[in-house]
């Protein structure tokens, strides 16, 4: 019986992609929280710590101080990081990595992999899921470096 409840609990909370990507692509820290939420709860995996990199990441951009700003930065790109070592064959952490690069101050020093991962992206998008190819698409439409 505990183990349906939480099986329930988890379908509840969990996320589509397609949605995800509106959020890491939008500009309201509502729904970048909103989205936290939804992935924490999910069980722990390396998608749900990529994801939660990401949008810690993009979230560090609302906070107030330069310290809390970079404090969450770091915080986010660790685990972004660490999944995308254990997974360098993961497009999807990839284009979640160019996303935030591409839109890091200058000052972070953030933008080494933005050619490679572009052209990763670019080499296996038509292996990806339809939802992560719609999101890819929208993006290319202003990104500076990517191009379908």
Request: proline fraction near 1%; avoid cysteine; charged fraction near 25%.
């Amino acid at each position: 019986m505990t183990q349906l409840f939480t099986t329930l609990l988890v379908l509840a909370v969990s996320f589509s992609k397609a949605e995800y990507f509106k959020v890491i692509e939008g500009k309201d820290v509502s729904t970048i929280n909103t989205m936290l939420t939804k992935i924490s709860a999910t069980k722990e995996s390396s998608d749900q710590r990529a994801y939660k990199g990401a949008l810690i990441m993009k979230k560090s951009g609302f906070e107030k101080t330069p310290k809390e700003k970079l404090e969450l930065f770091k915080q986010g790109k660790t685990l972004l990081e660490k999944e995308i070592s254990s997974n360098a064959k993961n497009t999807e952490y990839r284009f979640l990595r160019l996303i935030i690069q591409e839109n890091a101050p200058a000052i972070l020093k953030y933008q080494s992999n933005i050619a490679e991962d572009a052209k990763w992206i670019k080499a296996n998008y038509s292996s990806l899921a339809t939802d992560v190819k719609n999101s890819i698409v929208s993006y290319a439409k202003t990104s500076k470096n990517l191009d379908l």
